[in-house]
């Protein structure tokens, strides 16, 4: 027999214990300098031997119980939270070995003072407890005199322990909601602390020495101290802070993660194998924990299964490849419960319901249902009906009460994307999440090319009211990322008011980088369809949430859907081309973002860096009893449009209509490009269209010289302005005259009216999609080969026209050469003037801005007058406020009375005009003729890349570019990709600003590509990256700020307001007549008269306007009759007038000259 040696520190430690155990009694354990009160002795000594032989192997299920004490009155205690996270811990650290915990989600509660003031005590073993489990008794966090906190197990291997107070040190850490519960647990399940076993006096030595006999005579746990040491470790690394002897110079050096050791709470983390296997030996072995065991409560579907009759689940449901399960009646989980349904397998609920454990309800919601997928095939089935992916058929069913009700994938796995989801009149009620379908790309089973997901969801209901699981936060109903398309159909989306565990920025639909429809079916019986089952979207934060990165090309539809009390109805961050129709909304109040009192804003839609869309034939007004806010129909923000119209929508009651925030325009400089209003019509709005923000600017031309914009604006009793435009790019607005709800009265600077009287002029409004009630939509948006063939021919000629008047145009400018023009005016000298004045009158109106400027500076040649002779001609160009900026700064001013003169000259309109109005709707013309063509492309069940960046590539511009990389994207051809961004700042020709907001969006797209090629999704962006996107979000002026918004949301649940400005106070626009007088001393058109006061004769000397040669002099009495006329033929010169037989008195005399006038006073003595 082998000698055991004895360590005297611990031969001294355990006679103190004893010392202890006299004096105390009950107090014994809870003096003991550790967090564990477990007596040192096993419930089953008789079986060690047994338990040394067997090996078992897991899963093991185990029953639990869970008792809260708490005093009489029913205060102290843990709360059902509290309660929860404990749990989870015990999962978390358990469940990777296969140990799993099975609770019905009841709890016990014992109210009684004398155990709740004494938990060491020991006494709560006392109380009845279930024997068919492992009782759990969680005592409050409170610490006491003796003993801050301890856990302790009734017996090792046994059925029951309890937890109270606080980690010893700090005292501020719960012992409930920490490891000490799986320590306590591993008790129960038959293991050692690593110091102690049956032979509770044999002691391992440091080298592992007396490993199998002594300590708890596993040798995969190092030996440890006995009893005391955990507070001598360092939290930060679990490190221990000072050696312990085990005889002099020889010091332990345990393993400070383990669960089992006397380490601190947050270093517990581990199980050895051997613990393990000693943990699955005990269960099949002790019959205390025998009684505990749950059989498999797995359900394995391989065959084809039908489950008729009510039944519950404690465990998963899998259904294998090749296996059906058809469920007709209530199917009841357990919390950690879960369906699988495997690529192969089929689940159809038919009229049946997946809902919690009874006694589950509300608070601890089931998992819901997992269909995988396999990434690498297709949707389609085979011809026997099989399909490569999981696939769930969901027919009048409900699911509710789950943590995520349908998640079409293996959560994490990208292999296991591509479930299939077919839902038809069935509800969603009180789930966390309701759909999460993404990270797959369907594609053809025979050319292999992109096409759309087969998923759908077809009048169904999603639900959160007052019987909702506050535990969990609810974010969305339906959450698609990075997924080809997804099927709304005649659903109904709620979320009851104040109801807990909402995330103040809830959402019905989130959408990231995925396709996807929300479409209503018809529900009437004629054709065309009358009658519609509409999508409704009540009490959201943002109904539908749609953004998109630089590397998808997805696009969505909202159509014919009913939008009420959401603070957004449909926000947009990034995604092109999408389509709204025949919606209405009725915007509630913002409770999510604080923008000050009153200022919250709600929009009907909100989108941001959005081009190609169409949004026609809407409604938007406020829900009744709103709150005060800021209400808005449509804000559009830094949507860089090339021709873009917001068309024949309805906006009633409103703070602004449409506002359009920073940059809408392709190009800041060209007014031909941008975002348009068109056939709207507003009542009772306090601003119809507002115009502001950083590079503030829309498209120049609201309906053009053919037809009016065709606006009908809020009575001007109601309105503070028609059109507020706080930017300073003109914005020329037409409108029918005889309409006078279509009159622009009120407005501001920059805005330029054009009242159009022909009756041909009139915008008939027509509608593009059929009406809301007829037609049908999806032919609208998605072309045949006839419609397709159509709208290529329609651009040819649109290109065609704008080429042969762009022609014309450029031949007219400057004479044909800006830069001849430019050097005869530089080298012209003083005696040059009337040479160099008819030269530039005679290429008027065409003379280019660069053109005039450089006249303007040309101050030795052209006087003041003739210079204004000049400008005046050139009105079109007066309307930009970079040259109106210029003649008022440079070093020789032109006099202020003349700039103000120049800008009401502004309004004019020439052959110039016409010109511009007729290049403007021919590049309308083209531009939308490929936004169709794209549109349709993007929407066909096959989606042909090639064809698309064909007509974006005819499209032409940097933005069309950029989306041309997204192409390449999509198809995951990243060298091409990343060789057109290298060379797109030099094929655009970009610099200064434009440069620097092109190379953050490169720095983007490169940082998504680099993702991508590693497998890398953006929860692995490194540090760098992550600044870089925060400093871009929260600083940049260009798109870059908006997407990395959108990366930083979806990857970190951030949340950007983005308040709007405000108007502030409105200035409107005078409309006042040109004053003759200084239009006529602007041209430089003067009279005088000497002797004055005259006798005999007077003497006239008169100046014309440049170039005029006939005016006439009137002299009329103070009473207006006219005494004489005298005719002038010369450009300047003197006339006399004899006044010998003319009566004393006081005589006006006035020049005139082409339609202008100078006007003085003679006396005649």
Known sequence: MKIKPINPLLLKAAFWFILISISFSDTLQAQSNSFCATPPTGAYPELEDVLKTTVAEGPFYLKIYVHVVRRDDGTGGQSVENVLQALSILDQDFNPYSIYFIWDCSIHYIDSTILYNFPYSGRVFLTPRNKTGINIYLFGDESY?????????????????YIFGKVKSPYSNPLVRSHVISHEMGHCLNLWHPWEGPNNLCYEWPNGNYCEECGDELCSTPAEPVNGCNQDIDTNDCSWLYPVEFSPGWFYKPDTTLFMGYTHPKCMSTFTDEQLQRMYNSIVTLPVLQACVVPDPNHIISGTVAWNTPIEVAGDVIIEPGGQLTITDEVAFYPKSKIIVKPGGKLFVNRGTLTNLPSCRPGHPWQGIEVWGNSAANQYPDANGNYNQGYLMLNNATIENAVCAVDLWKPNDFSKTGGILKATNSHFINNTKSIHAGYYTNKHPINGKPTTNIGYAVNCTFVINQGYNASKTFYKHADLAQLNGFSFSGCDFSLAQGVDGVSPWNIAIGSYDAAFSVTAPCSGDMSPCNEYDR???????????????????????????????????????GVKNEAILFCNFHLGSNAGDDCGVGLSPSYGIDMTGSTGFVIEENTFQRADGTAPGDYTGIRATQCLSIVDDIYKNSYIGLERANLAQDLNRADYSNGATGISYLCNQNRFNRLDIHVTGNQASIRGNLGGLEVASGNTLTDPAFAEAHILNQGVQDVNYYFYQPNENERLIEYSTYVYPYPLTISQTRNECLSHYGGSTGGNT???????????QQKADEYSQYVSDYNTVASLYQQLTDGGSTETTKTVIETSQPDDMWILRDDLLGKSPYLSQEVLMVAADKTDVLPEAVLFEILAANPDELRRQELIDYLRNKPDPLPEYMIELLEILARGETGKTALLNQMARYYNGKVQAVNTIVRSLLRDTITDYGQVRTWLTNLGGIESGKQVVGTYLAEANYTTALGLLDSMAADYSLSGVDLEHFNEYRDITGMLISLRQNGLDYNNLDSASIAQLVDFADNSTGEARYLAQNILSQAFGLHYCNCPPQPGTITLKASKPVNPVLLAEAHGLTIGVAPNPASTWAAFNYVLAPGETNGLITISDNRGNTITTIPVTDNRGQKVWDTRQVSSGMYIYTLTCNGMSRTGKLVIK
């Open 778 to 788: 999806t032919e609208g948006l998605v072309l045949d080969a006839a419609g397709m």
């Open 535 to 573: 999508n409704t979207f009540t009490g959201f934060y943002a109904a539908v949430y749609a953004t998109k990165t630089p590397d998808y090309n997805t696009t969505f539809d909202v159509i014919r859907s009913d939008f009420s009390n959401n603070a957004i109805g449909i926000y947009i961050n």
């Open 145 to 161: 005199t003796y003993n801050p906190g301890e856990g302790r197990t009734d017996s090792i291997g046994g059925n029951a322990f």
